[in-house]
């Protein structure tokens, strides 16, 4: 039987067909984007690459091109008619032909193969955004709970990471200790990206190598998944004592989070909470640090994908609502101690949030000796 | 997400390696009568990048063409800051920052007057990337060019067997790390998760057959805990963008144990050539072990490892020469052991 979640997904994916019209509702996915296969399948993809076909009536059909993830799907979901493909493409293309001329649409469309929409066929697919977008942001209670639990480990996950930064490690030795703090606790999936050095580090990527030292900021953003649903904290410490200058920066970061996370609450814009966050450090006179030139974006949604809208930028007009889970991260470069970061999730209720992150907003030290 | 070490090392591919591989694939350029060559790189299908430039994505998506002449570009939807990152990871290319891939390397494209454009994996590009390009171009062809790429990807170098190797020293260790006494998913893969990341594996995906009494399937341990008195370990682990998979199976029962060891034993000293399912067998047979099915893997294309022979393929495409991973089943006593090893 499929899990509660997995019910409570299919029974909203069939009202959204339903009200669009929709008879066949294709999704694709791979382990960069994972979520809309798993929304419709259950099916956590780690290699190759899934069609799933979800029909109005409710059958689906996952398709695999790597035989072991086939069979992994074949244990680990039930209510799916789940097929190995080797040639995925042209094996979802001819069951779309089986079922005749019919109201396709389709999802994620920029991943959507050129193999199946440039064949001599009547097939043609509408954009699946409104069948699936919304019920992606929008998390119901048992959404919620995968994401609270998810949360919980970001916490406790930050101080194993905190724990593990000492001088002369390695930053992929750091990702090691939190991988195996993951897996040992049934965690199959997290995103994390690390930045460690002084003013010259501009940003986060994955560890090329670098030893820490003191004196260092190690920056990072840990983002487990707990059945398939993500959530992420953000947090910067200091190989040593922090500097004067490192705190006074930082307190910017800590001003612009609480100004970010006071404005969330249904019926704000995402706009609305990009605006307050980077308004704190025009006051500081750091409004170019806001811009595309040292940051992303201020805080993104969170969910079955780890960066998923609604971003928080100045020029994106989603309205939040309840249910929405996003965290807030005013990251970015300052010119006196370098890049640092500082994020915390939350669910978006009426009159507020919910806050899921427990970890005190702090710049934290370690040892460095 | 790749989230392990990600860095170029000049010692481990120099940059003339890169560049044999760029001449070899201008070769193939002139002779198919292609003005350009594409691949596109995410994820799950990285490798036709990673072979042809040194550098895998750990996130989003990008289009590297090669021309006949000149710096290849890279495009790719990360950012400008990004990109800086890329910039120190891949040896050869231009990186260009763009939210439209596809449309950038269509423009290039444009400019030089190509008309014919050779392509990996055609079918599997996302159409957005695809159709930008060829909005950018009138009249321009792409041609699926995976059998010729993959003629050129199997004739393998010096640096990628030394990173295969790596590799494979990597996942062999990390699977002796591993608690083989837990009794839960967890404790038994956490350590070797941990072992293989320290080693600077670039990534490593575990899953394990909890009961192989009942079958061989994989699961993640998000949806399985218990461990029965025979399961299996599966690894499959990137380190600089090569790829290995490991097997290995294990039972609390003493005696199963030492006949799992010695089909184990057997396994490791297999040195595959010539007619391999018969050797195999032969060599499983000795040791008390009946092959019930086996697969042999190999980078095709844009796929990191993919079947290209087995007991239940009826063509071969396997290259010999070239790494692989053989993959095998086996019957001992009624009880299934399953076991994975990359061997040249």
Known sequence: MPSATHKARLAALSETMKAQNVDVFLVIGNNWHADYLRYATDFGIQEGQGIALVRADGSTTLMLDDPTECERARAEISGCDVQYAPQLVKEARAQLMRSGNRNVAASPMHLLPYGLVNAESDVRFADGAPVIERLLMTKMEVELDCIRRASKLCDEGYIVFRDAARPGRKDYELVAEMEGFFRAHGIAENFMIIGVGGKEVRGMAPPGGKVLKAGDLVTTELSPCVDGYYAQVCRTLVVGQASETQLKAFSVYQEALEAGIKTVKAGVTAADVARAENDVFRKYGLGQYTTSEYTRVRGHGMGLFLDQKPQILEDVDIELVDGMTMIVHPNTYHPDAGYMVLGDAMVVRPGGHELLCGLPRDLFSVSAH | ?344
Not at chain 2, 115 to 124: A, C, E, K, Y
Not at chain 2, 264 to 273: G, I, K, V, W, Y
Request: glycine share 6%; proline share 5%; aromatic share 8%.
């Open chain 2, 1 to 344: 997400m790749r989230r392990g070490l990600m860095a170029w090392d000049a010692a481990e591919l120099p940059i003339e390696v890169i560049q044999a591989r760029q001449v070899k694939l201008r070769s193939i350029m002139k002779s198919h009568r292609l003005d350009a060559f594409i691949a596109y790189t995410n994820i799950s299908h990285p490798a036709a990048v990673s072979w042809i430039s040194g550098f895998t994505p750990y996130w989003s998506e990008g289009v590297y063409c090669v021309m006949p002449e000149g710096t290849p570009a890279f495009a790719t939807a990360l950012s400008k800051r990004v990109a800086e990152w890329i910039g120190t990871v891949m040896p050869i290319g231009e990186v260009i920052p763009t939210p439209a891939p596809g449309t950038a390397i269509g423009k290039r494209l444009a400019a030089s007057g190509a008309r014919r454009v050779g392509i990996v994996d055609l079918d599997d590009v996302p159409a957005r990337q695809a159709r930008a390009i060829l909005a950018e171009v009138e009249g321009l062809e792409l041609v699926d060019s995976t059998d010729a790429f993959n003629t050129i990807r199997c004739d393998v170098d010096n640096a990628e067997r030394a990173l295969t190797a790596r590799a494979a020293a990597i996942a062999l260790s990390a699977m002796q790390a591993a608690d083989w006494k837990a009794v839960c998913m967890q404790a038994l893969i956490a350590p070797c998760e941990v072992h293989a990341r320290r080693a600077a594996a670039e990534d490593i995906f575990l899953s394990v057959a909890p009961n192989l009494a009942a079958n061989g399937r994989f699961q993640r341990t998000d949806t399985a805990t218990t461990l029965e008195s025979a399961f299996a370990l599966r690894m499959s682990l990137a380190y600089k963008g090569a790829w290995v998979r490991v097997i290995q199976s294990h039972t609390r029962d003493a005696l199963l144990a030492a006949k799992f060891a010695s089909a184990q034993t057997a396994f490791n000293e297999l040195m595959p050539s010539g007619d391999l399912e018969a050797q195999t067998r032969k060599a499983f047979e000795a040791v008390g072990a009946k092959l019930t099915s086996w697969f042999i893997e190999q980078p095709r294309g844009s796929s990191p490892l993919v079947a290209v022979a087995g007991s239940s393929m009826s063509t071969s495409t396997y290259r010999a020469g070239a790494p692989a991973t053989l993959n095998v089943e086996c019957d001992i006593d009624g009880w299934r052991w399953l076991a994975s090893r990359p061997f040249a």
